[in-house]
């Protein structure tokens, strides 16, 4: 159809047009309003649809173009502001996640070894608060807690005594078990001060 209409070229009607372009009369009727606004086309009633310049319409065609193309370029930006919304919300809800689980509490990958010693009833550290023991240096373990008859006492002070018939609870390598029995028990150097 391009070119071959002119001015004051008379054309065919909305049911024409409407079947030819598969869309409703009503649609081709706000088509002709907008050219008949645009002074594309005179609109005649009861005569028909007659063009009024070819310019008219050549300009329209190129704004159009040029507005459907600004329509697209904001289509696309406002769907690229949304995935960038999406992504930024999935960001944070990961750090939310990450954040959460640095805050709980977990249990260790790997048990802590743990040993225990009862106090004799020869050892020269009866009745000795820990703190004095110099425990540590000694041996190179760490008390944990002290099982007293039915009575567990976890993270002992350093002024918490310890008895004959106690069970001292400590962490450390499997070396260091016989330096704590000996310590402890055995007739140490420590133990004759």
């Known amino acids: ?16 047009f409407a079947s030819e372009y598969a869309v409703s009369p009503e649609t081709i009727r706000r088509a002709m309003k907008l050219l008949s606004d645009m002074k594309v086309v005179d609109i005649k009633d009861k005569s028909g649809v007659y063009i009024l ?3 008219n ?6 704004n159009f173009e040029g507005w459907n193309e600004q329509r697209e370029a904001r289509k696309k930006l406002k769907d690229l ?3 960038g919304e999406q992504i ?15 805050d709980a509490v977990t249990t260790a990958d790997r048990q802590i070894p743990t040993f225990e010693t009862r106090i004799g009833s020869q050892s ?8 004095s023991l ?8 760490t008390i944990i807690a002290i099982r ?3 009575n567990l006492i976890v993270s002992p002070c350093p002024y918490a005594e310890i008895y004959h018939g106690d069970v001292l609870l400590y962490v450390g390598d499997a070396s260091t078990v016989q330096t704590v029995e000996q310590f402890l028990n055995g007739n140490s150097e420590r133990n004759e001060e």
């Open 1 to 16: 159809m391009q070119g071959d209409l002119t001015a004051g070229k008379k054309f065919s009607g909305r049911s024409l």
């Open 53 to 55: 310049s070819t310019d």
């Open 57 to 62: 319409a050549s300009r329209f065609l190129k």
């Open 81 to 83: 502001i949304s995935q």
């Open 88 to 102: 930024n919300r999935t960001i944070l809800e990961a750090y939310l996640r990450i954040e959460k689980s640095l």
């Open 124 to 131: 020269k550290l009866n009745g000795k608060n820990l703190g």
């Open 134 to 141: 110099q425990f540590w240096q000694s041996t190179g373990a």
């Open 148 to 150: 007293r008859a039915q």
